[in-house]
């Protein structure tokens, strides 16, 4: 379903050409983009990697500190416009949308100029960093330090803020559990600080609820303010680390998983425990034909060949696996990126992470909107059992019959108890797949949704999936209540969860 601008009074075109005047003068022709003169014609479309319709933009404004931010929603506030900001970091939600609203008829604030990485305590385990800060900028500054990152898989040109107010997955856990503190405009300017944030003249406990009712959910997956900072939390860096590599076939999956999870259960895997399907072990230059784990265990040099011994004696006592490899004995092969990007992931480097980029859509990370072929994502939540994980896998070839698009999975256990799937849809760009790929996308929506399997993030044209799956209503008014009190003038654009 296409979205279009919820504001309840018409686009004030004249005051909108105003503060664009305004918002010119305070930071540079050079970082504005609208049409001169001003009309209520958008910006010229632009192409997005998922191909999804691009959505009518009025402006794209560039600021370069969070003062100008400030400034920019006062005078917003000011001029009566009538049209929502939409901020983004650094544009790469890819799959879900990249750089696009989910809404018609918004200005662009794009913070991919906030980059400073203020302050970072390496003893303590924090780096206060702002949105256009990426993955590989905050690793690169992390080599040689006592802690790393919790990076994810996708390419280290990508916001480290963006993806967790997304509530998006690393490789050590649920980003989410990154974030201590966030520094946050609110709708009409002000600037305030939730969670934990770090004193200048003492060090304090990393204490993220505080006292009393915590504000900081507040701002994930939200609407209600404009994030221009966070205290991300740094992990400690693991003495030692060995990335086991186990293969099985199709008829093995329900014994396997159930291997698998009293592994997990029982503590001896260190962070996100991945399975790739075959169709996605295949894609990225894996063995054909095999499901791939990939499981890491770290810690002190002693524990990770103790617990690395254990568990290749369970691999044996099984007999469910076909394939056991350790990547301190065989390293990666040269196209297997999966094991190589995954490998030095859970050790906090992204520097390998763009091979998978681009065997995935055939461009790096500048190109993948411009050029890249088709890419789209469904990601739900699922129970860590081998019953969970056959039907999703079941409900994917029910796809593939119906639309011809054959997804790829792959399996993220966050706990014993919780699965993060990451369903990939990959098409040429041409129209007859186009209109496949997203046929196959919003079929997942309906049977995974109704086999109970709810997708945690949103793409841009499933936004109202929300209202669907909206289980708590009076949970659902209060957090409307909160934005009206908020932002009486509608100046942030609904999003995808609003």
């Known amino acids: 379903m296409d979205q279009i601008n919820r504001s309840s009074q018409p686009i004030n075109f004249t005051a909108l050409q105003q503060v664009l005047v305004q918002v010119e003068q305070l930071i540079g022709e050079e970082n504005l983009t609208y049409n001169k003169p001003m009309s209520s014609l958008p910006l010229p479309p632009q192409r997005n990697v998922s191909q999804f319709r691009s959505r009518a933009i009025h402006a794209v404004i560039r600021p370069h500190t969070v003062k100008?931010?400030?400034?920019?929603i006062r005078l917003f506030n000011q001029f009566k416009t009538h049209i929502g900001l939409h901020a983004i970091s650094t544009g790469k939600n890819w799959g879900l949308g990249s750089a696009q609203p989910a809404t018609d008829?918004?200005?662009?604030?794009?913070?991919?100029?906030?980059?400073?990485q203020r302050a970072i305590d390496s003893s303590s385990g924090w780096a206060?960093?702002?949105?256009?800060?990426?993955?590989?900028e905050l690793f690169q500054t992390l080599v040689g330090t006592e802690r790393?990152?919790?990076?994810?898989?996708?390419?280290?040109?990508?916001?480290?803020?963006?993806?967790?107010?997304?509530?998006?997955?690393?490789?050590?856990?649920?980003?989410?559990?990154?974030?201590?503190?966030?520094?946050?405009?609110?709708?009409?300017g002000e600037l305030i600080r939730v969670g934990w944030w770090p004193e200048t003249l003492k060090?304090?406990?990393?204490?993220?609820?505080?006292?009393?009712?915590?504000?900081?959910?507040?701002?994930?997956?939200?609407?209600?303010?404009?994030?221009?900072?966070?205290v991300v939390k740094l992990l400690p860096r693991p003495e030692a680390q060995c990335v086991l590599r186990l293969s099985f076939p199709q008829e093995n999956i329900h014994p396997a998983i159930s291997v698998l999870r009293r592994w997990f259960a029982q503590d001896l895997v260190s962070g996100v425990l991945k399975i790739y399907d075959?169709?996605?072990?295949?894609?990225?230059?894996?063995?054909?034909?095999?499901h791939l784990v990939l499981l890491c265990v770290s810690g002190t040099e002693r524990r990770v060949?103790?617990?690395?011994?254990?568990?290749?004696?369970?691999?044996?006592?099984?007999?469910?696996?076909?394939?056991?490899?350790?990547?301190?004995?065989?390293?990666?092969?040269?196209?297997?990126?999966?094991?190589?990007?995954?490998?030095?992931?859970?050790?906090?480097?992204?520097?390998?992470?763009?091979?998978?980029?681009?065997?995935?859509?055939?461009?790096?990370?500048?190109?993948?909107d411009p050029a890249g072929s088709g890419w789209l994502f469904f990601l739900p939540f699922i129970p860590f059992n081998s019953d969970a994980i056959v039907?999703?896998?079941?409900?994917?070839?029910?796809?593939?019959?119906?639309?011809?698009?054959r997804a790829g999975t792959t399996v993220n256990a966050l706990s014993a108890d919780l699965i993060d799937l990451v369903v990939s849809l990959r098409f040429e760009p041409n129209q007859e797949e186009i209109t496949q790929a997203h046929q196959a996308l919003d079929l997942a929506y309906e049977l995974f949704t109704e086999a109970g399997f709810y997708p945690y993030r949103l793409d841009i044209d499933h936004s109202h999936w929300k209202g669907l799956l909206e289980r708590d209503l009076p949970s659902h008014q209060l957090v409307l209540r909160i934005k009206q009190m908020l932002d009486p003038n509608s100046i942030i654009a609904p999003g995808r969860y609003a």
């Open 68 to 72: 100008q931010v400030q400034q920019i």
């Open 305 to 368: 060949d103790a617990i690395t011994q254990v568990l290749l004696d369970e691999v044996a006592e099984s007999k469910q696996f076909t394939q056991v490899t350790r990547s301190d004995a065989a390293p990666a092969a040269a196209n297997d990126f999966v094991l190589q990007v995954v490998e030095h992931a859970y050790a906090g480097d992204p520097s390998y992470n763009e091979k998978m980029l681009k065997s995935a859509v055939g461009q790096d990370a500048t190109q993948v």
């Open 278 to 290: 075959a169709v996605s072990t295949e894609s990225y230059g894996g063995m054909p034909g095999q």
């Open 128 to 136: 206060v960093i702002e949105p256009g800060v990426t993955q590989l």
């Open 148 to 188: 790393m990152l919790n990076v994810t898989a996708s390419s280290g040109h990508t916001s480290v803020l963006g993806n967790a107010l997304d509530r998006g997955v690393g490789l050590q856990r649920q980003r989410t559990e990154d974030i201590a503190g966030l520094e946050v405009v609110l709708p009409d």
């Open 391 to 405: 039907k999703a896998f079941t409900l994917i070839d029910i796809i593939y019959e119906k639309t011809g698009i």
């Open 203 to 230: 060090k304090t406990a990393v204490n993220i609820n505080g006292l009393g009712p915590s504000l900081l959910p507040l701002f994930t997956q939200s609407n209600l303010g404009i994030v221009t900072a966070a």
């Open 105 to 116: 008829g918004v200005v662009l604030m794009d913070l991919g100029h906030l980059k400073a």
